[in-house]
């Protein structure tokens, strides 16, 4: 016999026309939040932070995932890996702040320390004062626990399970998609960064992000010339879903200058643009100019932090002399992303309602956003079935 929770689920699931939205319990109930965190977060690809945020060898970054202590650290040689922030001997943390590692990964509690691709490297007095070695203690099994990672477009990607498909196959359809993308990003700093607080569940931002349908009451300034009828939906089941436009316009300042382009692009992208939400946590937009990505961090079960960051298609805008439009650019982002925050906010509060069933679906202006709730209830029902 199928449970209650499974039959709601089936309602989520059900063609467009016919389906409910997930219900309340899946925004506002802290035990929920805390198996969506295996359902959702840990056994697909999630997006971490920014592989800019340790750009140089030795660059150490501790961040907290959903309550796991995980680490990120530019190695010696180059590559950058995630780990457990956690000493393999009494399970200290190992690094507090973001810091620029001069010797190995010290353990404060016992000095344990490790090599920057995790491997344990010395044990003082662990046989004994002055004796820094035992036989029961195998340094070469002992290293860091690596947590299988991956970059592109300069997210990182991790899957704590270790199971999901590859990082490859996983981002195959969108990376197919956006193939005249594939070229250097470049970021200049804190005047392309943007850091928003919402009161509210993180998947009500990936759902108003997915559509037009709400621009010409929410972004009234946008839609006067990116207007309703000039976006079309995107969708790919079981990956993504969002929407382009077709009127975009590239910033101009007053001598009449603008972003350079990425290199080669069809025409397609002369007057385009295409805004994705890629499962479960990745918002990405791109421009013939510029490009940027969202990083949904959620906090609980109804605070989520927004972490923007905005890159360009060449080494020369990242120059001060292109710093005012830079910043305007910032601005005018933020402007619209914190547009967005009442809204997601308000259906947060209405989430709380007793009544409200999941609420219903427009057939034809929120399929991006149904796809999005068919998915995460599939990874429900697909984590109760293993």
Same mark, same amino acid.
Request: hydrophobic fraction near 50%; glycine fraction near 6%.
């Given at each position: 016999m199928r449970s209650v929770q499974q039959a709601k689920l089936d309602k989520?699931?059900?063609p467009v026309g016919g389906a409910q939205g997930l219900p309340n319990e899946y925004y506002v109930d802290r035990d929920l939040f805390g198996s969506e965190k295996s359902a959702v977060?840990?056994? %697909?690809?999630?997006?971490?932070?920014?592989?800019?945020d340790v750009a140089e060898p030795g660059d150490a970054q501790?961040?907290?995932?959903?309550?796991?202590?995980?680490l990120i650290v530019h190695g010696r040689d180059g590559k950058t890996r995630v780990f457990q922030n956690t000493c393999r001997h009494r399970g200290m943390i190992l690094v507090e702040e973001k810091t620029r590692l001069r010797g190995?990964?010290?353990?404060?509690?016992?000095?344990?320390c490790y090599d920057h691709d995790g491997a344990l490297k010395t044990t003082p007095h662990v046989g004994g004062p002055g004796n820094n070695v035992h036989d029961?203690?195998?340094?070469?099994?002992?290293?860091?626990?690596?947590?299988?990672? &991956?970059?592109?477009?300069?997210?990182?990607?991790? %899957?704590?399970?270790?199971?999901?498909p590859a990082f490859d196959d996983y981002a195959a359809d969108i990376k197919a998609r956006w193939a005249e993308f594939e070229q250097p990003l470049y970021h200049s700093g804190s005047d392309s960064s943007i850091r928003l607080e919402l009161d509210s569940n993180w998947k009500l931002a990936v759902e108003n992000y997915c559509e037009s349908y709400h621009l010409p009451w929410v972004h009234p300034g946008l839609n006067s010339y990116s207007r309703?009828?000039? &976006?079309?939906h995107i969708e790919e089941p079981g990956h993504y879903s969002g929407q382009g436009t077709l009127v975009y316009r590239p910033m101009i300042n007053e001598s009449g200058d603008r972003f350079s382009d990425f290199a080669g692009l069809g025409e397609k992208w002369d007057a385009g643009a295409e805004y994705i939400a890629l499962f479960p946590n990745v918002l990405l937009g791109v421009h013939?100019?510029?490009?940027?990505?969202?990083?949904?961090?959620?906090?609980t079960h109804e605070k989520t932090v927004e972490l923007v960051e905005i890159y360009y298609a060449s080494e020369e805008i990242i120059s001060k002399k292109w710093a005012d439009m830079r910043a305007a650019n910032t601005a005018l982002w933020k402007t619209v992303f914190e547009e967005d925050i009442f809204v997601v906010e308000g259906m947060q509060k209405g989430r709380h309602g007793a009544k409200f069933d999941g609420g219903r679906f427009s057939p034809v202006m929120d399929s991006p956003t149904h796809l999005f709730h068919h998915w995460v209830a599939s990874q429900f029902v697909d984590a109760d079935e293993h």
């Open positions: 989520v699931m059900r977060f840990f056994r %697909n690809w999630a997006a971490l932070g920014f592989a800019k501790p961040v907290d995932f959903l309550g796991q202590p995980l190995a990964i010290r353990c404060p509690y016992h000095s344990w029961d203690v195998d340094r070469s099994t002992l290293g860091l626990v690596e947590i299988r990672s &991956h970059i592109w477009r300069d997210i990182i990607f991790v %899957n704590l399970s270790g199971d999901a309703l009828e000039d &976006h079309y013939r100019d510029h490009a940027f990505a969202i990083i949904l961090q959620p906090v």
